[in-house]
């Protein structure tokens, strides 16, 4: 949700869970008609490669898209302050990366949480 999508450590643990894609649903209305959206809706590309897993990003206001687990985007992104609709395909690889393997909470966030314990 929202903001949490900065965390690594969240995201791994649900990939460690058998996740095959990732949903980031939040609330951009807060930033205005500034380019706020467009930089939160990159927040999520690390997180989809470093777990190999798609990333599906709903905004009520901001930036929405669909985003490939190379952290390529699937479809454009939606225009801030439009009602849309998005149409597309995810394909989950089912692989786990180096990353979702190995890395440590201390290593996977930049402040560590109870988000971060796996």
């Known amino acids: 949700m929202c903001y949490e999508i900065i965390f690594p450590g969240l995201t791994r643990r649900f990939a460690l869970q058998g996740a ?9 209305a807060w930033f205005g008609p500034t380019t706020a ?7 999520g ?9 798609p990333l599906v ?15 390529e985007f699937i479809t454009a ?4 302050f439009q009602e849309t609709a998005l149409f597309g395909v995810i394909r989950p690889p089912h692989i ?8 440590t ?10 988000w971060d314990a796996c």
């Open 20 to 28: 095959d894609f990732i949903v980031n649903a939040t609330d951009d």
């Open 37 to 43: 959206s467009w930089s939160h809706s990159h927040d």
């Open 45 to 53: 590309l690390p997180r989809a490669i470093e777990n190999r897993m």
């Open 57 to 71: 990003r709903c905004t009520n206001s901001g930036t929405s898209v669909i985003v490939s687990a190379a952290g």
């Open 77 to 80: 992104p939606t225009p801030l």
């Open 96 to 103: 786990r990366t180096f990353y979702t393997s190995t890395a």
């Open 105 to 114: 909470s201390s290593a996977s966030s930049a402040r560590p949480g109870p």
